[in-house]
Protein backbone atom coordinates (compact mmCIF):
# COMPACT_ATOMS: atom_id res chain seq x y z
CA UNK A 1 0.00 0.00 0.00
CA UNK A 2 1.24 3.39 -0.58
CA UNK A 3 0.92 6.07 1.76
CA UNK A 4 1.03 10.07 1.19
CA UNK A 5 1.68 11.03 4.94
CA UNK A 6 0.85 15.12 4.83
CA UNK A 7 3.09 17.25 6.97
CA UNK A 8 0.44 19.29 8.04
CA UNK A 9 2.80 22.10 9.68
CA UNK A 10 5.19 22.26 7.62
CA UNK A 11 6.97 25.76 9.06
CA UNK A 12 7.01 24.00 12.12
CA UNK A 13 10.17 21.80 12.22
CA UNK A 14 10.03 20.99 15.96
CA UNK A 15 7.71 19.56 16.58
CA UNK A 16 6.12 16.09 18.02
CA UNK A 17 4.24 15.38 15.02
CA UNK A 18 7.88 15.76 13.12
CA UNK A 19 8.80 13.61 15.62
CA UNK A 20 6.56 10.79 15.30
CA UNK A 21 6.74 11.18 11.37
CA UNK A 22 9.86 9.73 11.75
CA UNK A 23 8.82 6.81 13.32
CA UNK A 24 5.97 6.32 11.26
CA UNK A 25 7.96 5.78 8.34
CA UNK A 26 10.08 3.41 10.10
CA UNK A 27 7.22 0.98 11.47
CA UNK A 28 5.48 1.32 7.70
CA UNK A 29 8.76 0.14 5.99
CA UNK A 30 8.75 -2.78 8.50
CA UNK A 31 5.22 -3.48 7.75
CA UNK A 32 5.83 -3.32 3.74
CA UNK A 33 3.92 0.24 3.20
CA UNK A 34 5.63 2.86 0.58
CA UNK A 35 5.25 5.94 2.24
CA UNK A 36 5.99 9.27 0.54
CA UNK A 37 6.67 12.00 3.24
CA UNK A 38 3.97 15.16 1.52
CA UNK A 39 3.04 18.99 2.12
CA UNK A 40 0.89 20.06 -0.54
CA UNK A 41 -1.70 18.48 -2.66
CA UNK A 42 0.44 18.65 -5.63
CA UNK A 43 2.57 16.58 -3.83
CA UNK A 44 -0.50 13.96 -2.88
CA UNK A 45 -1.26 14.11 -7.04
CA UNK A 46 2.50 13.28 -8.07
CA UNK A 47 2.88 9.96 -5.86
CA UNK A 48 -1.13 8.75 -6.73
CA UNK A 49 -1.16 7.69 -2.99
CA UNK A 50 -3.73 4.32 -1.88
CA UNK A 51 -4.78 6.63 1.23
CA UNK A 52 -3.37 10.02 2.77
CA UNK A 53 -2.68 10.48 6.14
CA UNK A 54 -2.95 14.03 7.53
CA UNK A 55 -0.93 14.46 11.14
CA UNK A 56 -3.28 17.22 12.24
CA UNK A 57 -6.53 18.89 12.41
CA UNK A 58 -5.91 21.80 10.21
CA UNK A 59 -5.28 19.31 6.86
CA UNK A 60 -8.48 19.03 4.77
CA UNK A 61 -8.86 16.79 1.99
CA UNK A 62 -8.15 18.60 -1.40
CA UNK A 63 -7.50 15.68 -3.56
CA UNK A 64 -9.14 12.40 -4.67
CA UNK A 65 -7.90 10.39 -2.76
CA UNK A 66 -8.66 8.85 0.31
CA UNK A 67 -7.83 11.26 2.84
CA UNK A 68 -7.40 10.11 6.67
CA UNK A 69 -7.35 12.00 10.17
CA UNK A 70 -4.90 11.22 12.92
CA UNK A 71 -7.39 12.34 15.56
CA UNK A 72 -5.39 11.80 18.55
CA UNK A 73 -5.54 15.59 20.26
CA UNK A 74 -8.23 16.14 22.90
CA UNK A 75 -11.58 17.26 21.12
CA UNK A 76 -11.08 20.35 23.26
CA UNK A 77 -8.30 21.43 20.36
CA UNK A 78 -10.68 21.55 17.74
CA UNK A 79 -14.30 21.78 19.12
CA UNK A 80 -14.66 25.44 18.45
CA UNK A 81 -12.07 26.05 16.23
CA UNK A 82 -14.40 26.94 12.69
CA UNK A 83 -11.22 25.86 10.63
CA UNK A 84 -10.45 22.45 11.91
CA UNK A 85 -14.07 21.79 11.99
CA UNK A 86 -14.55 22.23 8.09
CA UNK A 87 -11.34 20.44 7.55
CA UNK A 88 -12.69 17.64 9.71
CA UNK A 89 -15.93 17.36 7.70
CA UNK A 90 -14.22 17.12 4.92
CA UNK A 91 -12.23 14.04 5.65
CA UNK A 92 -12.83 10.43 4.33
CA UNK A 93 -12.45 8.46 7.53
CA UNK A 94 -10.73 9.35 11.16
CA UNK A 95 -8.36 7.16 13.21
CA UNK A 96 -9.03 7.92 17.13
CA UNK A 97 -6.91 8.10 19.67
CA UNK A 98 -9.35 7.52 22.24
CA UNK A 99 -13.14 6.50 22.56
CA UNK A 100 -14.09 10.27 23.89
CA UNK A 101 -12.32 11.42 20.20
CA UNK A 102 -14.22 8.72 18.21
CA UNK A 103 -17.48 9.96 19.69
CA UNK A 104 -17.12 13.38 19.25
CA UNK A 105 -16.09 12.99 15.55
CA UNK A 106 -19.01 10.44 15.18
CA UNK A 107 -21.59 13.26 17.09
CA UNK A 108 -20.49 16.43 15.28
CA UNK A 109 -20.39 14.53 11.59
CA UNK A 110 -23.94 13.09 11.93
CA UNK A 111 -25.15 16.48 13.66
CA UNK A 112 -23.37 17.67 9.95
CA UNK A 113 -25.75 14.76 7.85
CA UNK A 114 -22.56 12.95 7.59
CA UNK A 115 -21.96 9.23 8.68
CA UNK A 116 -18.32 9.15 10.14
CA UNK A 117 -15.78 6.29 9.04
CA UNK A 118 -14.22 5.73 12.00
CA UNK A 119 -11.64 2.72 12.83
CA UNK A 120 -12.71 0.08 15.04
CA UNK A 121 -9.17 0.04 16.64
CA UNK A 122 -7.53 2.90 18.52
CA UNK A 123 -4.85 4.65 16.24
CA UNK A 124 -2.29 6.03 19.02
CA UNK A 125 0.57 8.77 18.56
CA UNK A 126 2.86 5.62 19.59
CA UNK A 127 6.61 4.28 18.03
CA UNK A 128 7.88 1.47 16.83
CA UNK A 129 9.24 -1.63 17.91
CA UNK A 130 12.26 -0.92 19.59
CA UNK A 131 12.75 -4.30 21.11
CA UNK A 132 13.22 -5.75 24.71
CA UNK A 133 13.80 -3.19 27.31
CA UNK A 134 17.51 -3.54 28.30
CA UNK A 135 19.48 -2.90 31.64
CA UNK A 136 18.30 -0.13 34.25
CA UNK A 137 21.29 2.26 34.44
CA UNK A 138 23.55 2.44 36.83
CA UNK A 139 22.48 6.42 37.94
CA UNK A 140 18.98 7.00 36.72
CA UNK A 141 17.83 10.11 35.92
CA UNK A 142 14.60 11.18 35.14
CA UNK A 143 14.05 12.56 31.21
CA UNK A 144 11.82 14.69 30.27
CA UNK A 145 12.39 15.71 26.35
CA UNK A 146 9.22 18.47 25.35
CA UNK A 147 9.01 21.30 22.77
CA UNK A 148 6.64 23.30 25.40
CA UNK A 149 5.43 24.78 22.37
CA UNK A 150 1.98 25.87 24.58
CA UNK A 151 4.91 27.78 27.12
CA UNK A 152 2.88 27.27 30.34
CA UNK A 153 2.59 23.36 31.02
CA UNK A 154 3.88 22.40 34.53
CA UNK A 155 6.55 25.50 34.73
CA UNK A 156 6.55 25.14 38.30
CA UNK A 157 6.75 21.00 38.59
CA UNK A 158 10.13 21.73 36.43
CA UNK A 159 11.34 24.45 38.41
CA UNK A 160 10.81 22.73 41.61
CA UNK A 161 12.49 19.55 40.48
CA UNK A 162 15.76 21.35 39.34
CA UNK A 163 18.65 20.15 42.31
CA UNK A 164 15.95 17.67 43.77
CA UNK A 165 16.20 15.00 41.37
CA UNK A 166 19.21 14.19 38.43
CA UNK A 167 17.29 15.65 36.10
CA UNK A 168 17.81 15.56 32.18
CA UNK A 169 15.37 17.83 30.08
CA UNK A 170 15.63 18.22 25.83
CA UNK A 171 13.68 20.45 23.57
CA UNK A 172 14.00 24.03 21.84
CA UNK A 173 16.39 26.09 23.99
CA UNK A 174 14.10 29.11 23.57
CA UNK A 175 11.36 26.91 25.42
CA UNK A 176 14.04 25.94 28.61
CA UNK A 177 16.57 28.64 28.68
CA UNK A 178 15.40 28.66 32.63
CA UNK A 179 16.21 25.48 33.31
CA UNK A 180 20.16 25.38 34.35
CA UNK A 181 22.19 22.17 34.16
CA UNK A 182 19.37 20.39 33.56
CA UNK A 183 18.87 21.69 30.26
CA UNK A 184 21.09 19.23 27.73
CA UNK A 185 19.77 20.68 24.24
CA UNK A 186 17.57 20.06 21.61
CA UNK A 187 17.55 16.21 20.29
CA UNK A 188 17.33 15.54 16.58
CA UNK A 189 14.03 14.88 15.04
CA UNK A 190 14.78 11.36 13.59
CA UNK A 191 12.49 8.95 15.32
CA UNK A 192 15.40 7.31 17.49
CA UNK A 193 17.27 9.58 19.81
CA UNK A 194 14.58 10.39 22.01
CA UNK A 195 14.33 6.86 22.86
CA UNK A 196 18.13 6.36 23.11
CA UNK A 197 18.09 9.36 25.51
CA UNK A 198 15.67 7.70 27.95
CA UNK A 199 17.10 4.35 27.70
CA UNK A 200 20.12 6.22 29.34
CA UNK A 201 18.32 8.24 31.74
CA UNK A 202 16.19 5.07 32.88
CA UNK A 203 13.16 6.85 34.38
CA UNK A 204 10.96 8.77 32.07
CA UNK A 205 8.39 11.63 33.38
CA UNK A 206 4.77 11.77 31.08
CA UNK A 207 2.94 14.45 32.48
CA UNK A 208 -0.17 15.17 30.26
CA UNK A 209 -2.09 18.73 29.40
CA UNK A 210 -5.82 18.58 32.03
CA UNK A 211 -7.38 18.28 28.47
CA UNK A 212 -5.25 15.07 27.54
CA UNK A 213 -6.24 13.08 30.45
CA UNK A 214 -10.04 14.44 30.46
CA UNK A 215 -10.32 13.11 27.21
CA UNK A 216 -8.25 9.71 28.17
CA UNK A 217 -5.69 10.48 24.98
CA UNK A 218 -2.19 9.64 25.92
CA UNK A 219 0.49 11.67 24.64
CA UNK A 220 3.99 10.38 22.67
CA UNK A 221 5.69 10.21 25.73
CA UNK A 222 3.97 7.79 27.23
CA UNK A 223 4.65 5.05 24.51
CA UNK A 224 8.56 6.15 23.86
CA UNK A 225 8.88 5.61 27.08
CA UNK A 226 7.64 2.36 26.93
CA UNK A 227 9.52 1.50 24.14
CA UNK A 228 12.53 2.50 25.45
CA UNK A 229 12.21 -0.10 28.51
CA UNK A 230 12.31 3.10 31.45
CA UNK A 231 10.93 3.45 33.82
CA UNK A 232 7.29 5.49 33.58
CA UNK A 233 6.67 8.23 36.43
CA UNK A 234 3.07 9.27 34.98
CA UNK A 235 -0.04 11.48 35.67
CA UNK A 236 -3.38 9.02 36.70
CA UNK A 237 -5.98 9.05 34.55
CA UNK A 238 -7.78 6.24 32.48
CA UNK A 239 -5.78 4.78 29.71
CA UNK A 240 -2.50 4.19 31.49
CA UNK A 241 -3.99 2.80 34.54
CA UNK A 242 -6.02 0.84 32.58
CA UNK A 243 -3.33 -0.43 30.20
CA UNK A 244 -0.19 -0.25 31.88
CA UNK A 245 -1.26 -0.94 35.32
CA UNK A 246 1.25 -1.41 38.06
CA UNK A 247 3.91 -1.07 35.94
CA UNK A 248 3.80 2.59 36.09
CA UNK A 249 4.45 4.79 38.99
CA UNK A 250 1.21 7.11 39.48
CA UNK A 251 1.05 11.01 40.77
CA UNK A 252 -1.89 13.32 40.71
CA UNK A 253 -1.75 16.10 38.81
CA UNK A 254 -4.34 17.91 39.95
CA UNK A 255 -2.06 18.62 42.98
CA UNK A 256 -0.53 21.98 43.48
CA UNK A 257 2.94 22.05 41.73
CA UNK A 258 4.92 21.46 45.15
CA UNK A 259 2.98 18.63 46.05
CA UNK A 260 2.98 16.92 43.08
CA UNK A 261 7.17 17.75 43.17
CA UNK A 262 6.88 16.01 46.37
CA UNK A 263 5.14 13.04 44.62
CA UNK A 264 8.05 12.88 41.53
CA UNK A 265 10.86 13.19 44.15
CA UNK A 266 9.53 10.10 46.62
CA UNK A 267 8.72 7.74 43.42
CA UNK A 268 12.65 8.50 42.06
CA UNK A 269 13.75 8.16 45.18
CA UNK A 270 11.59 4.93 45.96
CA UNK A 271 13.12 3.97 42.30
CA UNK A 272 16.92 4.15 43.68
CA UNK A 273 16.38 1.89 46.75
CA UNK A 274 14.54 -0.65 44.62
CA UNK A 275 16.41 -1.22 41.67
CA UNK A 276 15.46 -4.73 41.52
CA UNK A 277 11.65 -3.57 41.51
CA UNK A 278 12.01 -0.54 39.27
CA UNK A 279 14.09 -2.91 36.32
CA UNK A 280 10.69 -5.08 36.75
CA UNK A 281 8.26 -2.04 36.15
CA UNK A 282 10.30 -0.91 33.58
CA UNK A 283 10.38 -4.39 31.17
CA UNK A 284 6.56 -5.33 31.99
CA UNK A 285 5.61 -1.76 30.55
CA UNK A 286 7.79 -2.44 28.12
CA UNK A 287 6.35 -5.87 27.16
CA UNK A 288 2.86 -4.75 27.20
CA UNK A 289 3.96 -1.94 24.83
CA UNK A 290 5.52 -4.43 22.39
CA UNK A 291 2.27 -6.52 22.41
CA UNK A 292 -0.31 -4.22 22.08
CA UNK A 293 0.88 -0.78 21.26
CA UNK A 294 3.92 -0.82 18.82
CA UNK A 295 3.22 1.45 15.64
CA UNK A 296 3.61 -1.46 13.47
CA UNK A 297 0.85 -3.27 14.83
CA UNK A 298 -1.70 -0.45 14.50
CA UNK A 299 -0.12 -0.26 11.00
CA UNK A 300 -1.28 -3.89 10.03
CA UNK A 301 -5.25 -3.26 9.89
CA UNK A 302 -5.01 0.00 7.88
CA UNK A 303 -4.97 -1.70 3.49
CA UNK A 304 -8.71 -3.21 5.23
CA UNK A 305 -9.87 0.34 6.82
CA UNK A 306 -9.08 2.14 3.79
CA UNK A 307 -10.83 -0.29 1.72
CA UNK A 308 -13.80 0.50 4.19
CA UNK A 309 -13.51 4.00 3.52
CA UNK A 310 -13.34 3.56 -0.36
CA UNK A 311 -16.69 1.11 -0.07
CA UNK A 312 -18.64 4.12 2.48
CA UNK A 313 -17.40 7.11 0.38
CA UNK A 314 -18.40 5.35 -2.64
CA UNK A 315 -14.94 5.33 -4.61
CA UNK A 316 -15.34 1.83 -5.86
CA UNK A 317 -16.18 2.07 -9.65
CA UNK A 318 -19.34 -0.01 -10.53
CA UNK A 319 -19.74 -1.02 -14.16
CA UNK A 320 -22.45 -0.22 -15.97
CA UNK A 321 -23.11 -4.10 -16.86
CA UNK A 322 -23.23 -4.60 -13.21
CA UNK A 323 -26.13 -2.25 -12.26
CA UNK A 324 -27.88 -1.92 -15.39
CA UNK A 325 -30.69 -0.11 -13.53
CA UNK A 326 -28.99 3.07 -12.56
CA UNK A 327 -29.97 6.41 -12.89
CA UNK A 328 -28.77 8.14 -15.34
CA UNK A 329 -27.17 12.10 -14.36
CA UNK A 330 -26.65 14.15 -17.99
CA UNK A 331 -24.29 16.35 -17.50
CA UNK A 332 -24.92 19.93 -19.32
CA UNK A 333 -21.28 21.62 -20.60
CA UNK A 334 -21.37 24.71 -22.51
CA UNK A 335 -18.24 25.47 -24.73
CA UNK A 336 -17.23 28.09 -26.95
CA UNK A 337 -14.72 29.80 -25.35
CA UNK A 338 -12.01 27.55 -23.84
CA UNK A 339 -9.34 25.04 -25.39
CA UNK A 340 -10.14 21.53 -26.25
CA UNK A 341 -7.50 20.75 -23.73
CA UNK A 342 -10.09 22.41 -20.51
CA UNK A 343 -12.95 20.33 -22.13
CA UNK A 344 -10.81 17.05 -21.84
CA UNK A 345 -9.96 17.77 -18.33
CA UNK A 346 -13.96 18.61 -17.66
CA UNK A 347 -15.01 15.06 -19.66
CA UNK A 348 -12.28 13.14 -18.06
CA UNK A 349 -13.60 13.80 -14.56
CA UNK A 350 -17.00 12.57 -15.85
CA UNK A 351 -15.67 9.59 -17.55
CA UNK A 352 -14.07 8.96 -13.87
CA UNK A 353 -17.35 8.96 -12.20
CA UNK A 354 -17.67 5.94 -9.88
CA UNK A 355 -21.41 5.89 -11.01
CA UNK A 356 -22.12 3.80 -13.60
CA UNK A 357 -24.39 5.96 -16.10
CA UNK A 358 -23.44 9.22 -17.18
CA UNK A 359 -24.50 10.87 -19.78
CA UNK A 360 -23.47 14.64 -21.72
CA UNK A 361 -25.13 17.89 -23.56
CA UNK A 362 -22.86 19.84 -24.94
CA UNK A 363 -24.05 23.15 -25.58
CA UNK A 364 -21.74 24.83 -28.28
CA UNK A 365 -22.27 28.98 -28.65
CA UNK A 366 -18.29 28.72 -31.10
CA UNK A 367 -16.70 26.72 -32.94
CA UNK A 368 -14.00 25.04 -30.43
CA UNK A 369 -11.57 23.17 -33.14
CA UNK A 370 -10.71 19.41 -32.40
CA UNK A 371 -14.23 19.26 -29.96
CA UNK A 372 -15.63 16.67 -32.84
CA UNK A 373 -12.72 14.18 -32.50
CA UNK A 374 -12.59 14.32 -28.83
CA UNK A 375 -16.18 13.83 -28.13
CA UNK A 376 -15.40 10.49 -30.23
CA UNK A 377 -13.30 9.26 -27.79
CA UNK A 378 -16.05 9.26 -24.99
CA UNK A 379 -18.66 7.69 -26.88
CA UNK A 380 -17.94 4.35 -25.25
CA UNK A 381 -18.11 5.62 -22.15
CA UNK A 382 -21.31 7.83 -21.57
CA UNK A 383 -24.89 6.69 -22.11
CA UNK A 384 -25.22 9.45 -24.80
CA UNK A 385 -24.14 12.64 -26.17
CA UNK A 386 -26.02 15.18 -27.41
CA UNK A 387 -25.08 18.45 -28.56
CA UNK A 388 -27.05 21.53 -29.10
CA UNK A 389 -25.81 24.69 -30.82
CA UNK A 390 -27.03 27.94 -29.86
CA UNK A 391 -26.38 31.37 -31.58
CA UNK A 392 -23.27 33.27 -29.89
CA UNK A 393 -25.48 36.27 -28.61
CA UNK A 394 -23.00 37.00 -25.01
CA UNK A 395 -25.68 35.83 -22.97
CA UNK A 396 -25.00 32.38 -20.59
CA UNK A 397 -28.44 32.33 -19.37
CA UNK A 398 -28.97 31.50 -23.09
CA UNK A 399 -26.82 28.47 -23.00
CA UNK A 400 -27.95 27.54 -19.25
CA UNK A 401 -31.69 27.28 -20.23
CA UNK A 402 -31.03 25.65 -23.97
CA UNK A 403 -29.31 22.87 -21.65
CA UNK A 404 -32.45 22.45 -19.51
CA UNK A 405 -34.59 22.13 -22.70
CA UNK A 406 -32.26 19.16 -24.19
CA UNK A 407 -31.89 17.08 -20.85
CA UNK A 408 -33.52 13.73 -20.99
CA UNK A 409 -32.26 12.02 -18.08
CA UNK A 410 -33.92 12.06 -14.69
CA UNK A 411 -31.29 13.78 -13.06
CA UNK A 412 -29.42 16.85 -14.46
CA UNK A 413 -26.16 18.77 -13.18
CA UNK A 414 -24.10 21.44 -15.20
CA UNK A 415 -20.17 21.48 -15.35
CA UNK A 416 -18.30 24.49 -16.66
CA UNK A 417 -15.66 23.25 -19.29
CA UNK A 418 -12.95 24.61 -17.01
CA UNK A 419 -13.58 22.71 -14.08
CA UNK A 420 -13.41 18.99 -12.60
CA UNK A 421 -14.99 16.93 -10.13
CA UNK A 422 -13.55 13.83 -7.99
CA UNK A 423 -14.71 10.38 -8.93
CA UNK A 424 -17.35 9.75 -6.27
CA UNK A 425 -18.91 13.05 -6.74
CA UNK A 426 -22.07 11.98 -8.58
CA UNK A 427 -22.35 8.91 -6.34
CA UNK A 428 -22.32 10.54 -3.42
CA UNK A 429 -25.34 13.01 -4.39
CA UNK A 430 -27.32 10.54 -5.89
CA UNK A 431 -26.95 8.38 -2.79
CA UNK A 432 -28.42 11.38 -0.91
CA UNK A 433 -30.98 11.79 -3.10
CA UNK A 434 -32.13 8.15 -3.01
CA UNK A 435 -32.24 8.02 0.54
CA UNK A 436 -34.10 11.41 0.59
CA UNK A 437 -36.87 11.04 -1.74
CA UNK A 438 -38.80 14.19 -0.38
CA UNK A 439 -35.73 16.49 -1.85
CA UNK A 440 -35.13 17.35 -5.32
CA UNK A 441 -31.43 19.18 -4.97
CA UNK A 442 -28.17 17.69 -3.92
CA UNK A 443 -24.93 19.37 -3.23
CA UNK A 444 -21.70 19.32 -1.56
CA UNK A 445 -18.63 21.78 -0.76
CA UNK A 446 -16.47 23.57 -3.39
CA UNK A 447 -12.36 22.84 -3.28
CA UNK A 448 -10.80 25.92 -5.32
CA UNK A 449 -7.37 25.42 -7.40
CA UNK A 450 -5.37 27.70 -8.45
CA UNK A 451 -3.95 27.90 -11.85
CA UNK A 452 -1.84 30.74 -12.13
CA UNK A 453 1.61 31.16 -10.71
CA UNK A 454 2.61 32.55 -7.87
CA UNK A 455 -0.73 32.74 -5.94
CA UNK A 456 -0.66 30.36 -2.85
CA UNK A 457 -3.01 29.72 -0.08
CA UNK A 458 -2.47 31.18 3.33
CA UNK A 459 -3.89 29.01 5.85
CA UNK A 460 -2.68 29.14 9.46
CA UNK A 461 -1.17 25.71 9.13
CA UNK A 462 1.71 27.14 6.70
CA UNK A 463 2.67 30.08 9.35
CA UNK A 464 5.45 28.82 11.66
CA UNK A 465 8.91 29.56 12.60
CA UNK A 466 11.07 28.80 9.72
CA UNK A 467 9.12 30.87 7.22
CA UNK A 468 9.42 28.97 3.86
CA UNK A 469 6.47 30.20 1.38
CA UNK A 470 4.36 26.58 1.16
CA UNK A 471 3.05 26.64 -2.82
CA UNK A 472 -0.23 25.38 -2.04
CA UNK A 473 -2.74 26.11 -4.63
CA UNK A 474 -5.92 24.12 -2.93
CA UNK A 475 -8.25 25.36 -0.44
CA UNK A 476 -11.54 23.98 0.69
CA UNK A 477 -13.84 27.03 -0.32
CA UNK A 478 -16.78 26.04 1.21
CA UNK A 479 -18.46 22.87 3.04
CA UNK A 480 -21.27 24.47 4.94
CA UNK A 481 -25.33 24.00 4.47
CA UNK A 482 -26.92 27.21 2.88
CA UNK A 483 -29.62 28.65 5.08
CA UNK A 484 -30.67 30.84 2.28
CA UNK A 485 -30.63 34.10 4.33
CA UNK A 486 -30.19 37.09 1.72
CA UNK A 487 -28.77 34.55 -0.61
CA UNK A 488 -27.54 36.03 -3.69
CA UNK A 489 -24.94 35.47 -5.94
CA UNK A 490 -22.34 37.17 -3.68
CA UNK A 491 -24.13 35.50 -0.46
CA UNK A 492 -23.93 31.91 -1.46
CA UNK A 493 -21.59 28.66 -0.76
CA UNK A 494 -23.41 26.32 -3.46
CA UNK A 495 -21.13 26.05 -6.08
CA UNK A 496 -22.15 25.92 -9.92
CA UNK A 497 -20.95 22.58 -10.34
CA UNK A 498 -21.42 20.66 -7.02
CA UNK A 499 -25.05 19.81 -7.26
CA UNK A 500 -27.47 17.52 -8.86
CA UNK A 501 -30.95 18.52 -9.65
CA UNK A 502 -34.29 15.53 -10.11
CA UNK A 503 -35.40 16.73 -13.54
CA UNK A 504 -39.22 17.03 -12.02
CA UNK A 505 -38.06 19.73 -10.04
CA UNK A 506 -38.03 21.70 -13.48
CA UNK A 507 -41.51 23.21 -14.23
CA UNK A 508 -42.85 25.94 -16.81
CA UNK A 509 -41.31 28.79 -15.41
CA UNK A 510 -38.23 27.54 -14.65
CA UNK A 511 -37.88 26.36 -18.08
CA UNK A 512 -38.15 30.14 -19.33
CA UNK A 513 -35.05 32.25 -20.44
CA UNK A 514 -34.63 35.03 -18.15
CA UNK A 515 -32.02 36.11 -20.82
CA UNK A 516 -29.41 37.74 -18.24
CA UNK A 517 -25.73 37.58 -19.19
CA UNK A 518 -24.78 37.99 -15.31
CA UNK A 519 -25.05 35.04 -12.32
CA UNK A 520 -27.37 32.46 -14.20
CA UNK A 521 -26.17 29.81 -11.94
CA UNK A 522 -27.54 31.17 -8.70
CA UNK A 523 -30.68 32.37 -10.75
CA UNK A 524 -31.50 28.71 -11.33
CA UNK A 525 -30.65 27.65 -7.77
CA UNK A 526 -33.22 29.91 -6.71
CA UNK A 527 -35.71 29.00 -8.55
CA UNK A 528 -34.93 25.45 -7.62
CA UNK A 529 -35.00 26.29 -3.92
CA UNK A 530 -38.03 27.79 -4.17
CA UNK A 531 -39.96 24.16 -5.52
CA UNK A 532 -37.60 21.43 -3.59
CA UNK A 533 -36.25 21.20 -0.14
CA UNK A 534 -32.26 21.16 -0.91
CA UNK A 535 -30.39 18.36 0.50
CA UNK A 536 -26.74 18.92 2.25
CA UNK A 537 -24.02 16.41 1.50
CA UNK A 538 -20.95 17.16 3.95
CA UNK A 539 -18.03 16.92 1.94
CA UNK A 540 -16.53 18.61 -1.08
CA UNK A 541 -15.85 16.46 -4.17
CA UNK A 542 -16.71 20.01 -6.60
CA UNK A 543 -13.44 21.70 -7.68
CA UNK A 544 -13.37 25.46 -9.34
CA UNK A 545 -10.23 26.35 -11.32
CA UNK A 546 -9.39 29.81 -10.60
CA UNK A 547 -7.05 32.20 -12.11
CA UNK A 548 -6.42 34.78 -9.46
CA UNK A 549 -4.53 36.90 -12.41
CA UNK A 550 -6.79 36.77 -15.28
CA UNK A 551 -10.10 36.74 -13.38
CA UNK A 552 -11.77 35.25 -16.57
CA UNK A 553 -14.29 33.52 -14.52
CA UNK A 554 -14.92 35.72 -11.81
CA UNK A 555 -18.82 36.72 -11.14
CA UNK A 556 -17.71 40.28 -9.92
CA UNK A 557 -15.26 40.80 -12.90
CA UNK A 558 -18.28 43.25 -14.71
CA UNK A 559 -17.94 46.70 -14.35
CA UNK A 560 -19.59 48.51 -11.92
CA UNK A 561 -22.17 50.13 -13.53
CA UNK A 562 -22.89 46.73 -15.32
CA UNK A 563 -22.95 44.48 -12.34
CA UNK A 564 -25.16 46.97 -10.28
CA UNK A 565 -27.46 46.70 -13.31
CA UNK A 566 -27.14 43.20 -13.87
CA UNK A 567 -27.88 43.50 -9.92
CA UNK A 568 -31.33 44.87 -9.74
CA UNK A 569 -32.69 42.62 -13.11
CA UNK A 570 -31.19 39.79 -10.67
CA UNK A 571 -32.94 40.63 -7.64
CA UNK A 572 -36.01 42.14 -9.63
CA UNK A 573 -37.11 38.96 -11.40
CA UNK A 574 -36.90 36.61 -8.51
CA UNK A 575 -39.24 38.82 -6.43
CA UNK A 576 -42.29 36.20 -6.81
CA UNK A 577 -40.11 33.33 -5.54
CA UNK A 578 -40.10 32.02 -2.15
CA UNK A 579 -37.86 29.72 -0.79
CA UNK A 580 -39.14 27.70 2.83
CA UNK A 581 -36.92 28.56 5.87
CA UNK A 582 -34.12 26.18 6.95
CA UNK A 583 -33.90 25.58 10.29
CA UNK A 584 -32.04 23.00 12.63
CA UNK A 585 -31.28 22.14 16.25
CA UNK A 586 -28.65 25.30 17.49
CA UNK A 587 -25.19 23.90 18.51
CA UNK A 588 -23.67 24.18 22.15
CA UNK A 589 -22.52 27.58 22.23
CA UNK A 590 -19.20 26.31 23.46
CA UNK A 591 -18.61 22.77 23.52
CA UNK A 592 -15.32 22.87 25.71
CA UNK A 593 -14.17 25.28 28.62
CA UNK A 594 -10.64 25.18 27.03
CA UNK A 595 -9.56 28.36 29.39
CA UNK A 596 -10.67 26.73 32.34
CA UNK A 597 -8.50 23.20 31.35
CA UNK A 598 -5.41 25.49 30.37
CA UNK A 599 -5.10 27.52 33.60
CA UNK A 600 -5.00 23.74 35.35
CA UNK A 601 -1.40 23.10 33.33
CA UNK A 602 -0.18 26.11 34.59
CA UNK A 603 2.10 26.36 37.72
Known amino acids: MRIALQNSLPNHPEIAEAEWSKRFLIAADRVGFDVVEVVTSDDILACRPDCVLVTHEYSPKLTEFPTIGLNWSPPAFFADDPIRRRALLSLDGHLCGSASVAEWIDDFCAGQGKRAVIHDRLMLPSTHDCGPAGAYPAQPAVMYAGTHWDGSRHGAVFSGLDGRVPLHIYGPSAAWHDRGESYRGLLPFDGTSVI???????????????????????????????????????????????????????????????????????????????????TRLARQSNAIFRESFTLEGMLRPLPDF?????????????????????????????????????ITRALESLAAQTHPSIAITIVQ????????????????????????????????????????????????AFLDDDDTLFPNHVALLLEALERHPESGFAYCGLIRIEEEEGHYVDGPQFNGPRGETIPEQRELFAIEEERFVDFSPTRNVIGHNAWICRRSVLDEDMLRDPAIDWAEDVF???????????????????????????????????????????YARWRRRLQATRIPAYSRIAPPAQEMQVDEMHARDIG
Open 365 to 412: FHPVEGLDDLLAQYSDRFAWINRVIVPNLGNRATCWWAGLHAVRADYL
Open 196 to 278: DALRQAGIALCLHKAMHRDADTPSMRLFEAAAAGALIITDDFGFPRHWFRDSALYVDASLPAPLLVEQIVAHVDWAARHRDVA
Open 524 to 566: FLTLAAGRTPFRFVPGATATWHWRSTSKDNWTLSHPSGKFRHN
Open 306 to 342: VDRVRERRLMVPVRRAEAPQAPTVEYVIRVGSRPTAM
